[in-house]
């Protein structure tokens, strides 16, 4: 135990000591930790339709292309009100906003649409992976109105289990699955698209 | 007050009794959808069900591990024994940044601490950022589910409820439009924010990273415009490695709502340039319950629900007869352990099932341990008289064939011809809202008899 010159530190300490006491007295022998068998897990299904359909499940949208040139056009299609957009892709030209080490998460107030890179998606639960390689600033996939993310159709692994190999050897900072636009159903369990992030998801295979 | 007197009051209203259990029903038969979809959902249960056990069985360890691996990545730990410490902690962290507005998602560790009250005694602005937790806070009201915080709220309720506090127009409760201001007035809050609340999923011992679920992406929103970030998880929050959130993320929100996963599933492992982070690792009892052999592994609760959406007993009694921060059969187990004397009515709120037991993701016996509960709670604490007598006389009786059979008859003949003020008389508990059936002629034992000697 510290001494009582900084009574703070000291109380600190005793919070932590006490409760690995606590727990090393009252805690029952030793179980031990199970392996996962993925074997168990494997299924014989198309990724790419069962993504699709999951996708659509939890209010997404999804589009596969025919050509990368043709991601401009779908995306003024689907967003004609859009005016603040950012790009993190260099497929697409239509971003007008700059983010730099200066931006300010609450600058982006007022985003219309962030465009990003998804890593790659998750079969079982449309899901998609992106961290802090494919947003400079976190505040980005939320804070945006809409949200496109551009996946590679090569880039599905069936499950969670499969994401997680995937992802195990990344620089961990932040990083995040989301599966569709934010959503609520907390008024008497009606299911609103549009919560508190992006009003909305579109995704686009190519 | 007892469960059974709660719910009585809840009760009243006929018709938002009915309501309330079909729409938990609902909720369960998603469940249930979802977890059929599921190559292997059995093995992926006694998956968590083992990692969990591993869990309590090495959590100082883990413990240790997480807090030594999380501060190299930069996030401060601090550890609270009770709830007093653990908002003395959080608002030592609020004045050393100067803060006065804090945004909170969805935290039942910080409800069960009360920490809502202590900061507004301080001066603090908290908002909570769920919609249905809002709603309830704008209501004053604790949450009535810890999923689903306002399931007990009409949406007509919430109109009147967001005129009066949101400046909204009278819209007959259409949730589109509700949820629209909502979203408009939280904006607001999430800007001016200085420092963002959090829970915690699921804590990784291995990289000191936590993981943070939500739909509506109020945490996020929250944390990521804040320049602190503070998150709070009891101790039984850990997991061992990364990996096993693979087995976790896919049995939370099919058990909770349904879901394949949850929109947004938040892995922070370091703090923004610039930013702050800070986990604060809470006991409050925990270890009380650790001790229990019988009760121990209620603390494998991740908190999604299932238990109350299927609990015939929850569906129609509602969260608050249950006067607890956890209510439901989970929390009938877990809030004895807290204080006896208060919730000793809560464990016997239950029909013993087993529903609950049998959609629990991390398989908890909590049909078993409610039955537990009940044997220390009539030992250690004295019951009703009528209660009492008429256990003591029915364990006689059905210990002797002979007074059975003479007594069955005399029943028989009282439901047919006493008077009814008798027959539903104080003693008859159960007839008080129900009807006993139509007395026929013999019982199934002459019924049986009969049916051999005819054929």
Not at chain 2, 234 to 241: F, L, N, R, W, Y
Not at chain 2, 272 to 277: F, H, K, R, T, Y
Request: with cysteine; hydrophobic share 40%; proline share 4%.
């Amino acid at each position: 135990m510290g001494t009582l010159i900084n009574g703070i530190k000291t109380e600190k300490i005793m919070g932590r000591s006490s409760i690995l006491k606590s727990i090393k007295e009252n805690k029952p022998t030793l179980i031990s930790l199970p392996e996962i068998d993925v074997n168990s897990f494997e299924e014989t299904i198309n990724l790419v339709e069962a993504f699709k359909k999951n996708v659509v499940s939890v209010g997404g949208s999804i589009k596969e292309l025919g050509q990368i040139q043709d991601l401009d056009p779908e995306i003024k299609n689907r967003y004609p009100n859009a005016k603040r957009i950012f790009s993190q892709i260099s497929e697409s030209a239509l971003g007008n906003v700059q983010i730099s080490e200066q931006t300010k998460p609450k600058d982006l107030e007022n985003l219309d649409l962030a465009i990003l890179k998804g890593v790659f998606g998750v079969a079982e639960n449309g899901a998609i992976w992106i961290s802090d390689e494919q947003f400079s600033i976190r505040i980005l996939p939320f804070i945006t109105n809409d949200l496109v993310l551009i996946l590679q159709k090569k880039d599905l692994c069936l499950h969670m289990h499969h994401a997680y190999k995937i992802i195990a050897n990344r620089e961990r900072t932040f990083g995040l699955f989301i599966s569709g636009p934010s959503k609520t159903a907390d008024i008497e369990q009606c299911l609103v698209i549009g919560a508190q992030g992006a009003m909305s998801l579109t995704i686009f295979l190519v | 007050m007892s469960h059974a007197k709660l719910a009585e009051i809840f009760n009243k209203d006929e018709a938002k009794v009915n309501w309330h259990d079909k729409a938990l029903w609902y909720v369960r038969e998603k469940r249930d959808t979802a977890a059929h979809n599921v190559e292997g959902w059995e093995y992926l249960r006694d998956l968590a069900s083992g990692i969990k056990a591993n869990v309590l069985s090495n959590l100082d360890n883990y413990l240790v591990e997480f807090e030594k691996n999380a501060q190299q990545n930069g996030i401060k730990v601090h550890w609270a024994s009770n709830a007093e410490e653990h908002n003395k902690i959080v608002y030592k962290i609020l004045t050393q940044n100067n803060a006065t507005k804090v945004v909170k998602s969805k935290s039942m560790l910080t409800e069960e601490c009360h920490l809502n009250p202590y900061l507004e005694s301080k001066g603090i602005e908290v908002i909570d950022t769920d919609l249905g937790e809002r709603i309830v806070q704008l209501a004053k009201e604790p949450p009535s589910h810890i999923v689903l915080p306002a399931i007990h709220k009409t949406k007509e309720e919430i109109d009147v409820l967001f005129q009066e506090h949101l400046g909204t127009k009278p819209s007959h409760g259409d949730p589109q439009y509700l949820t629209n201001e909502a979203r408009k007035h939280l904006r607001d809050k999430f800007l001016k924010a200085d420092v963002a609340i959090t829970g915690v999923n699921f804590a990784i011992a291995e990289t000191g990273g936590f993981v943070v679920c939500t739909n509506e992406g109020n945490a996020d929103m929250g944390v990521h415009l804040s320049k602190v970030h503070i998150a709070s998880m009891g101790i039984e929050k850990i997991i061992p490695k990364e990996e096993h959130l693979g087995v976790f993320l896919r049995l939370l929100a099919r058990s909770a709502t349904g879901q394949p996963i949850t929109t947004y599933s938040s892995h922070f492992n370091k703090p923004a340039p610039g930013n702050a982070m800070h986990i604060v690792i809470v006991d409050n009892g925990r270890t009380e319950q650790l001790s229990r052999e019988d009760f121990r592994s209620s603390l494998s609760c991740f908190r999604c629900g299932a238990c109350m959406n299927t609990c015939p007993i929850y569906r129609r009694s509602g969260g608050y007869s249950y006067n607890a921060t956890i209510p439901g059969p989970i929390g009938s187990i877990l809030s004895p352990g807290m204080d006896m004397k208060k919730h000793s009515s809560l464990p016997f709120a239950s029909t013993l099932c087993g529903s609950c037991s049998n959609v629990c993701p991390v398989k908890i016996n909590i049909h078993e341990q409610l039955y537990k509960w009940r044997q220390i709670i009539t030992k250690e604490q004295k019951q009703p008289l009528v209660k009492k007598t008429i256990l003591k006389i029915t364990g006689m009786v059905l210990a002797k064939p002979k007074l059975y059979a003479v007594l069955g008859i005399s029943v028989r003949w009282m439901l047919k011809y006493a008077p009814r003020f008798m027959v539903y008389s104080k003693l008859n508990a159960w007839g008080k809202s129900r009807e006993f059936p139509k007395v026929e002629n013999g019982n199934f034992d002459q019924w049986y008899k009969n049916r051999k000697n005819n054929g």
